[in-house]
């Protein structure tokens, strides 16, 4: 089997395995939200996996999604490209541009930039806030501790609209206590959306209140570099 069909089969073996751990978890079927992670995939390996229908993608690094959405986004309007990885402050132009969704705001400038960029673009992305619930120092996302209180300047000081929260819980503990620790956050900020839960766990994220799953290589295959979707 090519790797285009296997791409096809995992994401039909994925949207089977969210069905059930939203039955599992008493959630309304389509409750939760696949966003399809294609980083260091290029356009042959995504086309196939979009032509299925599904329409929601995510990537990590905004110069290499410049290289390859334009032209699907072209052909295919109705997708929505949400960036899921670190927003340097120099890239904000570019991402308020192209992505639909920024999940990882995760400090004041970056809020700064995206609100000047909302206010000189006149588009405005759906926007998560990057919560770092392992406190791990090599991570990016806002303290838990402070995460409400952002939550809150983010709106009251830069006008945005923030719609959810957004983690990665640390690789080697398990992600229960953290995905619990989202929701809780979440519901003290006032957001509504939970964006968590990778290829190992979105199923243990769906148990916690995932709207929102990021898997990749359960749908693509592995990488040649062992890293996170």
């Known amino acids: 089997m090519s790797a285009e069909a296997n791409a096809v089969e995992g994401l039909k073996a994925v949207l089977r395995n969210i069905a059930t751990a939203e039955a599992e978890a008493r959630r309304a079927r389509g409750s939760v939200e696949l966003v399809a992670v294609t980083k260091t995939f290029d356009a042959d390996a995504i086309r196939p996996v979009i032509e299925t229908g599904h329409r929601s993608f995510g990537e990590n690094r905004v110069q290499e999604a410049q290289g390859k959405w334009p032209e699907l986004k072209a052909e295919f309007p109705d997708i929505e490209l949400h960036l899921i990885g670190p927003l340097q402050s120099n890239k904000t132009k570019e991402a308020v541009a192209l992505f639909d969704v920024i999940q990882s705001i995760d400090r004041e400038k970056i809020a700064k930039e995206i609100a000047k960029e909302i206010g000189k673009q006149g588009r405005a992305p759906r926007l998560y ?22 939550v809150q300047r983010c709106r009251s000081e830069h006008g945005l609209t923030i719609e959810g929260l957004m983690c ?62």
């Not at 120092?137 to 806002?142: D, E, N, T, V």
Request: no cysteine; proline share 10%; hydrophobic share 40%.
């Open 168 to 229: 990665i819980p640390p690789f080697d503990e398990n992600p229960g206590p953290h995905f619990a620790l989202l929701e809780k956050l979440a519901g003290e900020a006032g957001v509504e959306h939970l964006s968590m839960g990778m290829s190992g766990d979105y199923e243990t994220a769906i148990a916690f209140g995932a709207t929102k799953v990021r898997v990749g290589s359960a749908i693509f295959g592995h990488r040649p570099k062992p890293d996170q979707d």
């Open 129 to 150: 806030v990057q919560v770092n619930t392992g406190l791990e120092p090599q991570k990016a996302g806002i303290d838990p501790r402070e995460a409400a209180a952002f």
